[in-house]
């Protein structure tokens, strides 16, 4: 007798503690998939830089992706980090009002770590392309992307467009 006990009931009481959802959980709590898909959205920007034989740049937008999501923290633009070369991404709305900065170090000279005899030292490589990308957390308010370039004299206005 106890080896039949033992051969129905523990297999039903296995079979009960593996199950996801117990019926003792209150079902209002549980998030629908559409409510979690307006939680947030991310937009991607990549881009692609190009020098010229003029010396001046020429930035193409190459492509705009959006995934959900929501960012873990947002790029903040700090102006004591600004140096000549870097570039400054602004986005905006429909009127130009400023939403949002971001930082781009000068992705034409990006600082690489060499490894030589001496030891490890940071040296800036010059680029005649590059890539980089933005990010941004979605808004119907953003309508476009302006990129500035920060040169010694103020900024100049590389790139324009309308998302």
Not at 43 to 69: M, N, P
Not at 92 to 97: E, T, W
Not at 130 to 153: D, G, N
Request: charged share 30%; aromatic share 10%.
């Amino acid at each position: 007798m106890k080896n039949l006990f033992n051969f129905f009931i523990v297999p039903v009481l296995l079979l009960c503690s593996f199950q996801k959802n117990s019926t003792l959980s209150d079902p209002g709590n549980k998030a629908s998939g559409a409510e979690i898909r307006k939680e947030g959205k991310i937009v991607y920007l990549f881009f692609r830089t190009d020098k010229e034989v003029s010396g001046k740049e020429r930035i193409v937008l190459q492509e705009k992706k959006v995934a959900e999501g929501k960012l873990k923290f947002t790029p903040s633009f700090d102006r004591n980090e600004v140096e000549a070369g870097d570039f400054i991404v602004i986005l905006s709305d429909a009127g130009g009002k400023e939403i949002t900065k971001q930082l781009v170090k000068n992705p034409l000279h990006p600082e690489m770590e060499v490894y030589e005899k001496e030891g490890v030292s940071r040296k800036k490589i010059p680029l005649d392309n590059a890539e980089f990308s933005v990010r941004y957390s979605y808004s119907e308010q953003i309508q476009t992307v302006r990129i500035e370039k920060v040169t010694e004299s103020g900024n100049q206005l590389l790139f324009t467009q309308k998302l």
